[in-house]
C-alpha cells in the first residue's frame, strides 16, 4: 500500500551535482526514519544517510561535506544532495521509508524501486 517513486539520478561527470528525490503515497499513518542507500555491482547495499522525523541526520563516512539528506514531512519526500560526485559513488541509489499504515499494527520498511547514479568522465 505504500509506493516509494524515486527521481534525479542520472549520468554526470566527477565534481558534479545530482538532487535525487523520493516521494512515498498510500495509505500512509506517519512516517519515522527516512534514508537512502546504494549497491554498486558486486557489493553489498549501504547505507548513505538517513533522516529521523525530527531531522537528526547521519551519514556514511565516505560522503560526508559532499551529500545532504532533507525531507519534507508535507509531502511524504525525501531527498539527496549529492554535490562533489566521484566515480566510486557510481551505484543505483535506493529510498527507504519506515511507515505505518491506515488500520495497521506498527511500522513496516517500505523500499523505492532505485535509480541509477553513474559519476563517469
Known amino acids: 500500500q505504500v509506493q516509494l517513486v524515486e527521481s534525479g539520478g542520472g549520468l554526470v561527470q566527477p565534481g558534479g551535482s545530482l538532487r535525487l528525490s523520493c516521494a512515498a503515497s498510500g495509505s500512509i499513518f506517519s512516517i519515522n526514519a527516512m534514508g537512502w542507500y546504494r549497491q554498486a555491482p558486486g557489493k553489498q547495499r549501504e547505507v548513505v544517510a538517513d533522516?529521523?522525523?525530527?531531522?537528526?541526520?547521519n551519514y556514511a563516512d565516505s560522503v560526508k561535506g559532499r551529500f545532504t539528506i532533507s525531507r519534507d514531512n508535507t509531502k511524504n519526500t525525501v531527498y539527496l544532495q549529492m554535490n562533489n560526485l566521484k566515480p566510486e559513488d557510481t551505484a543505483v541509489y535506493y529510498c527507504n521509508v519506515e511507515a505505518a499504515l491506515y488500520y495497521g499494527l506498527g511500522y513496516g520498511d517500505y523500499w523505492g524501486q532505485g535509480t541509477q547514479v553513474t559519476v563517469s568522465s
Open positions: 533522516i529521523t522525523s525530527g531531522g537528526s541526520t
